[in-house]
Every structure is written in C-alpha cells, then in structure tokens.
C-alpha cells in the first residue's frame, strides 16, 4: 500500500536501509528493473540524493524522485536489467501501485523544473509548506495542477453503445472524452462534450470511476450517460469516425488498464 508523505517534504532524516528509486533520466522516461518477467519500480541500499523528493512509503519503503546527472554517454545509464523506459509504455508492466507512484513522480519532477519562476511577477519562487511553490516577491503561492478531463460512455439502453475513432489509432475505438472548461461541472462537461464531438444529447450522467493519468497531469472522471436525442454526426476536426456498436459485436477497445476500457467491461458486464 502506498502512503502518501504528508505534510508533502522530506523527513529531516530518512531511515537508513532500503529506498524505492524513481530517477528520471528525460522528461517522462525513468530507469526501472526489467527483466524477463517484467518491470518493477528500483530498489537500492545506497541512499537517494539530497534533493529527491520524498513521495512517501510503499509497503513501508520511502519513495524518493529525482533527476540524475547523466553520463556524457545517455545508455550507460543502463545496466543489467536496468532500463530507461517512458512512462507510458510501463502501463499494464509496473504492478499497480508503482505505476501511481511513478505517475504522481513524473508529475512532481516536472512540476519543480517549471515552477522555479512566479507566474503573477516572474520572480523566483521556493518551495513552500507542502508542494506549493511561493514568491519571495510577491507572495504569490502556486501549486502542482490536476486537470480534469471527463471521459464518457454514452449507451441507448438497448444493448448499444457510441464508440468513436481518431486519426491514428488504426483500427481502435473508444469512449468520447474531454477537458472540463472553468466554471463547468463534469456533468455539464458530459454534456456538452456528446454535442460538439457527435451532435447527440445525453440525460443522465452516472460517475463510474477516475483514473489519475500523467500526460502531463490529467485526472479521468469516468461517466456513464444515457443517450437522449439526435443522429451521430462526428466533428471532423477531432474524430473519423463514430458509431452505435452492440455489446455483442464491438471493434478494437483501449488496453485494459485505461479507464475508458474499464468502463466499457463494466457496461458490458450489466448488458
Ligand atoms: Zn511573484
């Protein structure tokens, strides 16, 4: 189970012994085990450097993030079974309590490397109480973000459902998604999204589940919605393609260990 460090910083001394290792060596990419059997996040006795962040304790080892220096040469970085993999492609490899921590890593990383400077004053920024970053200047206190995006399955309530297509995802269909507006509730993002994406309308919108999703920093709401009027008409600009699929006879679906495919069995297993 992992434990969050809270308030978020670094205790003033670690526990000496075993540590959990998330170096990221590029924007997105982390040196992980990897063998045969499969990935697993590092495990190491040799203390993590001074300026790692602290993330918290997995399963009671401490987490810590941090960017190594690189060796003129990037791949000797790589070990034996040490490899740098992007973060995307150890979905459905790390178990999944290590890809959370990997996620939420990857997030804080790039979060301390863009928030140096005050977006009110641009003057320098520290780090605060928690993960905040506060201007000396002026006061001005900002935080790592969340953008919430909505993802939205949109059933008939006779067995189908509105799976759409987008330009390079071959032969692969999925839910409708998109990014909630300020001022905006995620029903209302529902709502609105099934119009502009596929001119249809929607009733009912059911949260079903999140899914916190690191590129660069979304949280997926999950929502199930019941469909109420209109022809699909797909808008060109963002899909290929959309149509009413029957639960017994569905294209190509997402992988898994994506909400929208999640989603998707759990209608599936209702119908
Ligand atoms: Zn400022």
Redesign the pocket.
């Known amino acids: 189970m992992f434990l969050r460090a809270y308030p978020a910083g670094k205790p003033a001394v670690l526990s000496a012994g075993l540590q959990i290792h998330l170096p990221f060596v590029a924007e997105g990419e982390l040196l992980v085990y990897h063998d045969r059997h499969g990935a697993h996040l590092l495990r190491s006795e040799t203390p993590a450097p001074a300026n790692a962040l602290y993330l918290g304790d997995l399963d009671g080892v401490p987490c810590l993030a941090f960017s190594p220096a690189l060796p003129a040469d990037d791949d000797a970085v790589e070990a034996e079974n040490v490899k740098r993999l992007g973060l995307r492609s150890l979905f459905g490899h790390l178990p999944d309590e290590e890809i959370t921590v990997a996620g939420y890593a990857s997030q804080l990383i790039r979060w301390h490397k863009n928030a140096r400077f ?1 977006p ?4 320098p920024t520290h780090n605060d109480d928690g993960w905040n970053q506060k ?1 000396a ?2 006061g ?1 206190s900002h935080y790592p973000p969340a953008t919430p995006a909505v993802l939205i399955l949109v059933h008939d309530g006779a067995g189908n459902i509105l799976l759409a297509q987008k330009e390079g995802w071959g032969k692969r269909y999925s839910i409708l998604a998109g990014f909630v507006e300020p001022g905006e509730s995620l029903e209302d993002c529902c709502r609105r999204e099934t119009v502009e994406e596929v001119q249809v309308t929607v009733g009912e919108c059911t949260y079903d589940g999140s899914q916190t999703w690191p590129f660069p920093h979304q949280l997926m709401v999950g929502f199930i919605c019941c469909y109420e009027s209109g022809e699909i008409v797909p808008d060109p600009t963002e899909l290929s393609h959309a149509a009413w699929f029957h639960h017994t006879n569905l294209p190509e679906l997402p992988p898994p260990y994506a909400l929208s495919r999640q989603l998707i069995d759990r209608w599936i297993a209702q119908q």
Request: aromatic letters at 12%.
């Open positions: 005050c009110a004053c641009g003057g201007c200047a002026c001005f």
